[in-house]
């Protein structure tokens, strides 16, 4: 009976998990964002982003690990109020939204054996 014990306990342990990542966009300013995504010269996705809040980017389980990536995507503005205050190009210098390797860019928040957060703050730096 132990060994049937041990052998069940061993293959309930041995099972492949699903490994989830969370890629999060925090607006840590005082206004309201529109986060616009271009492709090929068009806009691709215009995404509202409150004052003080949270958008998920991306969110995965499956097995292996994801990277969020933004590859087909050409430009990505930052607009307050119809006025665009920041544009990410892929090969932009300093903080960029592309750069998601980058954990001084997309911060590592969380990191559990089947879990990863990160986050990228949009501070008011960022718009200036």
Same mark, same amino acid.
């Given at each position: 009976?132990?060994?049937? &014990?041990?052998?069940? !306990? ?27 995504? &271009? #492709? #090929?010269? @068009?806009? &691709?996705?215009?995404? #509202? ?5 949270? @958008? ?21 503005? !930052? ?38 957060? @990160?986050? &990228? =703050?949009?501070?008011? =730096?960022?718009?200036?």
């Amino acid at each position: 009976m132990k060994k049937l &014990f041990v052998l069940i !306990l061993l293959a309930l342990t041995s099972c492949i998990k699903d490994n989830c990542v969370d890629y999060l966009i925090e607006n840590q300013t005082e206004n309201d964002l529109n986060l616009i995504l &271009f #492709e #090929e010269g @068009f806009e &691709f996705r215009n995404t #509202e982003i409150l004052s003080n809040g949270v @958008f998920s980017e991306l969110s995965i389980c499956e097995s292996g690990i994801n990277s969020i990536t933004y590859e087909p995507i050409d430009s990505i503005q !930052l607009k307050v109020n119809d006025i665009i205050v920041k544009t990410y190009y892929p090969d932009s210098p300093g903080k960029n939204i592309y750069n998601v390797d980058d954990r001084d860019t997309w911060l590592l928040v969380v990191n559990r054996k089947h879990y990863q957060k @990160f986050v &990228f =703050e949009i501070t008011e =730096e960022d718009l200036q």
